[in-house]
Every structure is written in structure tokens, then in C-alpha cells.
């Protein structure tokens, strides 16, 4: 990736056709290739991060903008601007986000915007709580998502922590375990009253008032965990038996109840299996045309863009490209858990790339196959 500036050490002038010097220079500097550039006012503040196949002809249109239109405007305050020859579109359409969410320039809208993710967060507590997040921190928390629609998820944890009895309240609500009250202080659970009226009505296993082990309810935690990861039906069982018993009582209202909350949940559990799947499918060697011959192979991951090489031409860089993929897709990768919103994104923008442009999936080989394929022998 190259880099050059073009830059005038001048105060911001008030008409886009009074800096005939930087333009000048970006003239003479910068050539048509695929690049992603940046614009930066005279106190170094970057202003706008933008990408396009042919980087001079873009830089040289924002001289031709005309005064009060947003091109016009920004290049009255650009005092400098540099730019990363990157090979190819997809490359730079990725290198541009990065740096557009790492400085949130002035004049960027596109990738700026603070889209609302949603994802589920296990935390770590003495009685875990599954809660509904728009943010990933850290703090020992599992998190699986990230998910687009957050209106939903919320309701649907409501159901999944009510299905599996546990707790919702504040973390600074204090929870007992019956082995522990037994233990320590002599108490018996009645003499601590639940802090609402979900541990009367069944939804809540109660560790407010000491109610249940700390063993049940890690079990209850473990099952939820499992099922986020679509790797457990028990949950699902379980309130088909509820339903039927309450049907056969003839509590038929309870029984159409937890009909609902299994439909809800089913769809949900479907939705993260879809998702998963969607995800884990980004996963591949990319190889991409690049100017002037200089082919690129992005080795994308779990839809994420974890490393771009040249594409090798000897037996030596074979090796050597062999190594690097090797070391990508061999490492000890997560799962769903520990993304942050800057990664959500990039999972977005690259799924989106490939939804608009199919015939780009001609382009990708599973790592396995590009090994056994171009590995020197």
C-alpha cells in the first residue's frame, strides 16, 4: 500500500477555485489507480476519508465543485491531502470504513453513524443474568450477535430469561444461594422475601431470597448458553412439557401462554442458526484483480477481513502465503462471542459486498482447497 500527500501551507482560502496550488500538486502527484484518500484542514483535524478506482479523477473533481454544494465546501477548508494506493475495490472499500470509524471525519456520513447492533450478553456474575446489548465492553461478559434488528431482541430475552427462571434485576440486587445461607449466616431462605413477584409466579428462580443452589443455577445458565449457541433443545422441551401439562389441567390460557413463548423462541433460535450459518459462510481465500496485474488474495474469516497478501507467483511466496493462511483459519477462533461493534460492522459490509455481487463467490476458494491447490509440493 502506498501512501503520498499532497499539501499547502497556506491559510483556508474562501473560494474551491482559489488553491490552484494543492490542486497543482494533486495533479502532478497522484495517479488513476484504485485508493482510498484523505482530506485534512490546516490544524491537521482529518476532515473526510473517501475511495474510489481512479484517484486522481475523484481529487481533481472536488477543484470543479461548485462553492456552497459539500464538495465546494469541503475543499475550501482542505489545507492537505493524502492517499493509499490499495490494488483493488474490495480492499478499499474495507480500508476506507476502518479509517472512517477510527476518526469519525467532519464530513463522512456513510460508516459514521453509530448503527444500533443488538446482541445477547451472558454476564459474568455470581447469578448470571442474559440481557439484551447494543455495545460489546469488557467485562468478562459472552456475547453472541452481533444482530440488525434490536427491536426484537429485547422481547424475546424476556422470554428466554423468564423460560429459563432467571433473574433480570439490577446487577446491584444481592443474590444467596440456599448453600450458602446454610453455610454462612444460618438464615433460611423464607426470611429473605423475593425482590418481585416473578419468583411467586414461577419465572424466577428466586437467588434474591435464597431459594435456589448456585449449582441449579449455573445448570439454568448453561442450558440458556447452549441454546444461544444452537447446540441444545432442552429448553424448547421443557415448555412443550409445561404446555401439555397445562392443557391437560385444562389451564388452557398458561398453556396458549407458553405456546406463544415456544414459537417466539423457536423463531429466534432458527434466526441464530440462519445468521451463524450466513457468517461462518464468509469464510474463504479471496483472490481479486488488482491494477496492473498486482492480484490480491483477502483471507476473510467469519466475515471479517483478517489479512491481504499478493497474490504469489514463485514457490517461495507460495510458501509463504501458505503459512500466513495457514496461521489465519488455524487460530482459536471465539465462536459468536467477544465482537465489537466496529467488527459487527465490517461483518455487514462485507456480507453486503458479496449480496450485491454474487459472481464475486466465484472468485473464493475455501483455505483448504487453495492449500492443496497452490502449496508448494
Known sequence: MKTARASLDRP??????????????????????????????????????GKSVRVRTRLLSYFRAPKGEKPGELIRETAQIDWDYVPD??????????????????????????????????????????????TVVDDGSTYFGP???????????????????????PASTSVFFDDQLDAFSGLAAFDRPPGCIRADLGTCLAPCSGRPSARDYRERVRIGTRFLEGRGDRLL???????????????????????????????????????????????FVYRVPGHEGRDRI?????????ATLAHPKSARARRTAAERIEAVFGE????????????????FLIARWFRLRPDELRRTRPPGEWLDAKRPA
Open 147 to 169: 444482530f440488525p434488528k434490536v427491536g426484537r431482541i429485547a422481547h424475546t430475552i424476556r422470554d428466554l430469561a423468564h423460560a429459563l427462571g432467571l433473574r433480570d434485576c
Open 237 to 283: 422441551e421443557e415448555l412443550r412439557t409445561r404446555m401439555a401439562e397445562a392443557a391437560q389441567r385444562r389451564d388452557f390460557e398458561y398453556a396458549a401462554l407458553v405456546r406463544d413463548r415456544i414459537e417466539r423462541l423457536r423463531r429466534f433460535q432458527e434466526e441464530l442458526t440462519a445468521f451463524r450459518g450466513q457468517v461462518e459462510a464468509l469464510t
Open 298 to 306: 483477502h483471507l476473510v474469516r467469519s466475515g471479517r477481513l483478517r
Open 12 to 49: 483556508l482560502v474562501t473560494d474551491a477555485h482559489a488553491n490552484p496550488e494543492l490542486r497543482d500538486r494533486v495533479r502532478a502527484e497522484a495517479e488513476n489507480r484504485p485508493g482510498v484518500y484523505r482530506m485534512w484542514s490546516a490544524d491537521d483535524r482529518l476532515l473526510y476519508v
Open 89 to 134: 475495490e474490495f480492499g478499499a472499500l474495507v480500508h476506507e470504513m476502518r479509517l472512517i470509524q477510527r476518526h469519525r471525519p467532519k464530513y463522512n456520513v456513510q460508516h459514521k453513524r453509530k448503527r444500533a447492533y443488538a446482541f445477547v450478553k451472558v454476564t459474568r456474575e455470581p447469578a448470571p443474568r442474559i440481557l439484551p446489548a447494543s
Open 332 to 347: 482459536f477462533e471465539p465462536g459468536p462471542a467477544g465482537l465489537s461493534a466496529r467488527e459487527a460492522a465490517e461483518i
